[in-house]
DNA sequence: AACGTTACCGCAACCGTTCCCGGGAAGCTT
DNA sequence: AAGCTTCCCGGGAACGGTTGCGGTAACGTT
């Protein structure tokens, strides 16, 4: 590989230092209109870039933020998409890394973006993940973190989230109204704060209408269509199988219809079903699957501009926390007549 | 932001020189068994992280991939996954840009990942692009690129695709193998290169098998459900038909099924349908859409490790092209009795 | 003639790390 | 006793860029 041209190359061929060079190329004053010219048409001709590495040394940030995520479905990519969009307009390039549900790839990453001297951090925790020591380690340094979406309530930090309990609320009261009796719930894993939230709000209804909740009636399983499955597939062998489904996630949904749909059982008439996240396809199901519909664009865009405001005011050692509203989208999988 | 630990800091607490504590740190000879224990627990207790800038500035490479992406659906977010898998494999990392298929956006991503320093580029690059001076300027400076999928005949350099011309052909040949006379092709954007190899397969296919081609049977729009819809819907009106459709990708497969069955017609006995991609929400659609199934992970992978062995052979100016075979999977859309 | 102002430019330090080189101390061989 | 290894360690330059400070002309002012 060649080596770029650097502020030396250009101040050797013209015969100045690099110091005017360097405030030449940034528009400063104490610079002659000539030698300016100069070196502004040597730096187009040898292409010119400056060097990130040499900048972040100096001066202690490199306009870039480390962006963690267990994954890039479309949930996180369209949620990447915004924070892309706010970042790009504030001249900051985004690093990607995806934990794919490890804890170990969780940790190696947060240590390589930290000894790329990444500004900050925009984090959505990985599945499997139980202590949180690495991310502790950031903001006891004082670096800007915002967590979104995924987190726990064991971290104290910065968060921008979707309102879990009231979507899991929602789609249970929903389901409720439609005459379902015996609803079962379809979480991720269980240590994962989005997921037992949605069951908590899940649970609340079913108390809130006197409908007593049945311990068997609740699954859980990894975020995989075949898992789920295979889970409603069991349950729906029981004696007393359920007539209601709200599964947290839509692919979970998938995996519980194709079980639903091979038991020779009707949609929404045996069994009404509702997922989360309301993903483009769903509509196009058969039948059309119910969605709670969480803003991941918004919730993208809302995190790197908390992370912008967290970098402003770092001494103030302030965290904002951002709920957004789900909303529920009603399709034929729970619509009974 | 608190200062992260530097090595001046052990070497200052410690009272020797920075490069004992390089030393120590990194297993090197010359180092006493006391200091480097002293070295190396007192790096651990201040959690130090080497500073990839200075390293950066000193070694002249980054251990970083730029990757450059139009966007992140489902085929680039699994490429990407395979990427990922041996890159971080081989310590390095990746840092994706997108465009979002916009030209200036590439532009801009390019020069941001260069002045980061990344060791070399995995690219496919945006349906907006025609000019590609930019990725010239590279090549041109031995930096290490990879094409991948999206590419252009005008660019050298090395690439890792799939045979579009195949695929193309396998689908309208399947299409006719099932009856239709009269296939229209739906391709996405004039100047891209993946959908101009298909529809030339299109084109060979029905050449093969003496239907001659008719010009109001090809359509392009952009990548969109939407655009994919108002297109076939425009189609149908006219007098005489298609029997049977290609569309270079799943997207625009379901706009075009959206399309069929609004106007009422059946698939695949009134109209047949092929898609391209073989998304995982293909087969759960009512008529599954048959598709031209494309490795997308070990496209990703594939890219990585020809990037890599760029990498050791800079000197030698080969450029490999490594190109995959497509496979049609059929399914109700196309498949007539 | 002496001084101040202005315009332009270079020097040198600094950021964190590596690495070459030189050097001192201790132990060993002649 | 003189010389030679061996083992540790530190000095200093280098990477690319910014910046405060100082310096030198040329010019204008008294």
């Known amino acids: 590989m060649d080596k770029l041209a650097t502020i030396k190359d250009i101040a ?8 005017t060079v360097s405030r030449a190329l940034r528009g400063q004053p104490d610079v002659s209109v000539e030698t300016k010219k100069a070196v502004l048409s040597l730096a187009k001709e040898l ?3 400056p060097n990130k590495a040499a900048l972040s040394l100096l001066k202690k940030h490199t306009q870039t933020i480390g962006v963690l995520v267990p994954n890039l479905d479309y949930f996180f990519a369209t949620a990447i998409k915004g924070i892309d969009e706010v970042a790009m307009e504030a001249g900051y ?3 990607v890394c995806q934990s794919n549900e490890s804890f170990d790839r969780e940790l190696i990453n947060t240590k390589r973006l930290l000894e790329s001297q990444v500004d900050g951090f925009i984090i959505s925790i990985s599945s499997e993940t139980k202590s949180f020591d ?7 340094r004082h670096i800007p973190v915002v967590f979104f979406d995924r987190t726990s309530s064991d971290i104290i930090s910065s968060k921008v989230l979707l309102d879990n309990e009231d979507g899991g609320h929602q789609a249970t009261e929903h389901l409720i109204e439609q005459g379902c009796k015996r609803i079962a719930f379809l979480g991720g894993p269980k240590n994962l704060s989005i997921s037992n939230k949605r069951k908590q709000g899940y649970e609340n209804a079913l108390t809130d209408h006197r409908i007593k909740k049945e311990k068997n009636l609740i699954v859980h399983c990894n975020f995989s269509r075949e898992a789920a499955y295979f889970s409603i597939q069991k349950i729906l062998k029981n004696k007393k199988r359920p007539d209601g ?5 839509d692919r979970l949904a998938i995996g519980a ?30 039948p059309g ?38 909303k529920l989208i009603v399709r034929e999988s729970s619509k009974r007549k």
């Open 47 to 49: 292409d010119y870039q």
């Open 289 to 326: 699957i119910s969605s709670i519909d969480q803003p991941a664009f918004k919730m993208g865009k809302l995190s790197a501009q908390t992370f912008f405001d967290l970098l402003k005011n770092q001494d103030a050692n302030i965290s904002r926390e951002i709920i957004l509203k789900p």
């Open 93 to 95: 390039t985004v690093m």
């Open 134 to 140: 690495h991310f502790k380690r950031l903001t006891d």
């Open 257 to 286: 219809m194709l079980a639903i749909k091979e038991a020779g059982l009707s949609m929404p008439d045996d069994i009404a079903l509702v997922g989360f996240n309301n993903e483009p396809i769903v509509d196009l199901l058969n």
């Open 12 to 19: 050797k061929t013209l015969k100045i230092s690099t110091s």
């Open 245 to 249: 489904i709200f599964a947290v996630s």
